[in-house]
């Protein structure tokens, strides 16, 4: 299968914003998603190609380009890729897929997003007047993610953009179906304190060969690794990918939502918090170990994003609570 992608909108024409703080850009997520679609869709004989419009200064004129670019490509499908946005509400709202000819293959993958979102499923829907959808000469579909302006959407989104992203891949390639979002674990664990840094490359605190504690293989999170082993290295610890937000700490294993498994899952992410500021971070490793007397280690990508240093204070919660 040959797919061509591309994100809604434009540079210059952004489509629908959120609210400040938390609320979305539809075309900076939109390109962010395709980003991240794309590489998965490029596997197991299939091809995907993407584009972004960095050039377009009217709608109309993006309208033009973005159809210019698919009509130009060989290729079996169309997708676009957009957000919704209707009024502010801390309320969920839902993905939907919009279809001009192709229903089941909407309905497929909006059941996915939704599947593995924890959205609330819209459907496949039926539009006749959208000028992607009429003006492709393949095949089509266009991807409404989640609302920008719904709180608990874009909760959802953030907190599960990876499974989401291999949903979308999964479902237009003919891929396995992902398994559904866990119910929300009964308890939350929570501690502060005392942080480092650990993973990637640099960290020659760890062995060359060292591996995770309940992380075991590449395949089973390649969202939180470098696409290739760094010279020299066999263990995971040092594949990590330095820039992805992630955590260890010294997680009760037996606590309620905590376990291996539990841990192990790409559904729930931790909130990490220092100084005012919040990321989502995924846990990774069980650590540090307790005589450093501290209670984190944190990805340098996420130490930098929260300016931290080692031996600074920040909080962690897992799993990240929904508001």
Known sequence: MRIAISSGHGKYV?????????GLNEHKEAVRVVDAVTPMMNSDGNTAVSYEDTTSRSQQENLN???????SQTRDYDVSVHFNCYQTTNSPRGCEVLYY???????????????SGGFINRGAKKNTGLYFLNNTTKPAILL?????DSKADVDLYQRNFTPICQAIAQSITGGPTPEPVPPQPPGIWRVEGRMSWFGGPNDTGVSADEGLAFIYSYDSAKHLFLPSQPPGTSGLARRLNPDIFYVACRWDYDFAGTSKNDLA??????????GGKSFYAWPADWGPHGDTNRVADLSPGLCSALNLTTDDVCEVIYPAPVE
């Open 14 to 22: 952004s489509g629908a914003v959120g609210p400040s703080p938390w």
């Open 65 to 71: 380009r973005l159809v210019s670019w698919h009509n």
């Open 101 to 115: 000819s192709q229903q089941k293959l909407a309905a497929n993958v909006s059941a996915a997003m939704a599947q």
């Open 144 to 148: 409404e993610v989640c609302f920008v």
């Open 265 to 274: 899952r790409p559904s729930y992410q931790a909130l990490v918090s220092a």
